[in-house]
């Protein structure tokens, strides 16, 4: 099998280099987290004392970062990936991230010699553990083919995009509509309550007919309807708005760019801002369901 290097070991990276191992590949890991490079560790990651000592010999070296400037920082940085990492190397960066830095990243990689891509995921922590996530990937076809063998363990769905930061651009357009589809979902089961339905009623209606999603299959913010979402706990993240802010602004900041009007994801993005505001930052993005009902801090 191959040799892993794994750069952030988070939330959704931690797991993810589990199934790695569990496909029988040596990974290792750096993060700046202690406790998430021991999480990783118990899975059988080898954790790595630096990004330097991490990609030493590696096959390929997957990165899952919070921003893009931690991306900069991790690549372009003394002794990152760029600077450290042989050539023959393939590059893989799942962090969700904003498209000036996406081909930043591709255009530093080519210029050292590296095949790189961009390749995001969807599918949230869930998916991850379970190695159920969808990767867009773009880049070269070459790398995109060498890449999409080392991910397979990790994925229901791996979709080649295009070109340089093509991955990122599916991401982001995905991303918009699954926080649209979260605050419309909130809002129709407010409104169904109080109007006098059954909370499991409206949502067996509405998840089998045209008001269906994702977000409603999976997040939907009403306690004790569905067993996934984080309404059930108190909110405890499964993905939290303070992420689901960030995400959303990079729809913003690519709209603003291609002057593409996003009023309806502006809108949503206040409401995501309203919750940091309010402290709740660190809760799960489907607490804006208490912006609508008006039980925040009551």
């Not at 921003?67 to 042989?86: M, P, Q």
């Not at 591709?106 to 991850?128: E, I, K, L, Q, T």
């Not at 996003?262 to 660190?282: C, N, P, S, T, Y």
């Amino acid at each position: 099998m191959s040799v892993v290097a794994w750069i952030g070991l988070g939330n959704m990276g931690g797991p993810m280099s589990a199934n790695m191992v569990a496909a029988g590949h040596e990974v290792r890991g750096f993060d700046l987290n202690p406790d998430a490079v021991t999480t990783a560790v118990t899975a059988g990651v080898t954790a790595a004392s630096s990004i330097s000592e991490a990609v030493a010999g590696a096959d390929v070296v997957f990165t899952m970062l919070p921003k893009g400037e931690h991306a900069r920082a991790v690549y372009f940085g003394d002794g990152g990936v760029l600077s450290t990492a042989d050539p023959a190397t393939l590059l893989v960066d799942s962090s969700t991230i904003d498209i000036e830095t996406a081909q930043a990243l591709h255009d530093a990689a080519a210029a050292a010699g590296f095949r790189f891509v961009d390749a995001p995921v969807s599918g949230g922590m869930s998916g991850a553990t379970a190695g159920s996530l969808t990767f867009m990937i773009g880049g070269r076809a070459d790398a995109v083919a060498d890449a999409t063998t080392f991910i397979e363990p990790m994925a229901a769905n791996i979709i080649p995009t295009g070109g340089a930061t093509t991955g990122q651009a599916a991401k982001i357009c995905n991303n918009l509509m699954l926080f649209i589809n979260l605050a419309a979902t909130a809002e129709g089961a407010v409104l169904a309550e109080r109007l006098g339905l059954d909370k499991q009623v409206f949502w067996d209606i509405a998840s089998v007919s045209s008001g269906d999603s994702w977000a409603l299959r999976t997040w939907y913010p009403i306690k004790d309807v569905v067993a996934t979402a984080a309404s059930n706990r108190d909110f405890a993240p499964t993905f939290t708005a303070t992420l689901a802010s960030k995400d959303i602004g990079l729809a913003i900041t690519a709209a603003r760019a291609t002057d593409t009007p996003l009023e309806i994801g502006e809108h949503v993005a206040e409401l995501f801002q309203r919750l940091i505001d309010e402290g709740e930052g660190g809760k799960d993005c489907s607490m804006i369901v208490k912006l609508v009902d008006g039980s925040l801090h009551a």
